[in-house]
């Protein structure tokens, strides 16, 4: 069974710092790999997505996040974060077959001035 | 133009009502989803419609059923609400599963938070 696991409940930035926030997976075939930002009141927006190919990935609003099997991870990155950026992110993980999507936990980014 | 929308985006009703959820995707999509987010922010799949066949079903209480009288639509029906049903329900859509096997993008809707007294 897949499963994620977010170590970082909360994570503090400052505002143009850089961010990486970590997302660690376990499954037994090639992972599908979502990250996802729910900011507070609101649905889910993807932000970016691996299937295959190219472990770095770029995604929407400067994110990108880079797939490393080895370390079954797939954590994500902005070079600069923007006080906008504060939101609660999701990573998942999906099945070869089937479109079942499991999440983790989440981590909540505060972006300070 | 909103691709996945639901209604009502608040919902508070007594314990022991019985309330329904609907939601609408506008993508042509085959499969929709429902999530449920407890008050941790745990978000967990509960069913999954492909072109109106159920798919995946989570073992959730049967007080939960979903309807899909068609593919554009899913619905959820909570008989007897209990306290522990408050939480946010998330709708999503996605194509079918990709041809060579995979989840593809599910989009979700603004979710509804429901609040059981």
């Known amino acids: 069974a897949q499963s994620v696991t977010q170590p970082d409940i909360h994570i503090t930035v400052s505002e143009g710092a850089s961010l990486e926030l970590r997302c660690n997976y376990s499954?037994?075939?090639?992972?599908?790999l979502f990250w996802y930002v729910q900011s507070p009141g609101q649905g889910l927006q993807l932000l970016l997505k691996?299937?295959?190919?190219?472990?770095l990935v770029q995604g929407i609003k400067g994110f990108e996040a880079e797939f490393k099997r080895s370390q079954s991870s797939f954590n994500l990155r902005k070079p600069s974060v923007h006080w906008s950026d504060a939101a609660e992110y999701f990573c998942?993980?999906?099945?070869?077959?089937?479109?079942?999507?499991?999440f983790g936990a989440g981590t909540i980014l505060r972006v300070k001035s | 133009d909103t691709a996945v929308s639901q209604t009502p985006k608040y919902l508070v009703t007594q314990m022991g009502n019985d309330k329904s959820i609907k939601c609408e995707q506008n993508?042509?999509?085959?499969?929709m989803y429902w999530y449920k987010q407890d008050s941790k922010k745990f978000l967990k799949i509960m069913f999954s419609?492909?072109?109106?066949?159920?798919?995946i079903n989570e073992t959730v209480p049967n007080r939960f059923s979903p309807k899909s009288p068609d593919k554009a639509h899913l619905n959820l029906h909570i008989n007897s609400l209990e306290l522990g049903d408050s939480a946010v329900y998330f709708c999503?859509?996605?194509?079918?599963?990709?041809?060579?096997?995979?989840?593809?993008?599910?989009?979700f809707g603004p979710g509804t938070r429901l609040t059981v007294l």
């Open positions: 999503a859509s996605s194509q079918a599963a990709l041809a060579g096997g995979g989840t593809d993008t599910q989009y």
């Open positions: 499954y037994g075939a090639t992972p599908y």
């Open positions: 691996y299937f295959s190919g190219d472990t």
């Open positions: 998942a993980v999906g099945a070869k077959y089937g479109n079942k999507l499991v």
């Open positions: 993508l042509g999509h085959d499969t």
């Open positions: 419609y492909n072109n109106k066949e159920l798919i």
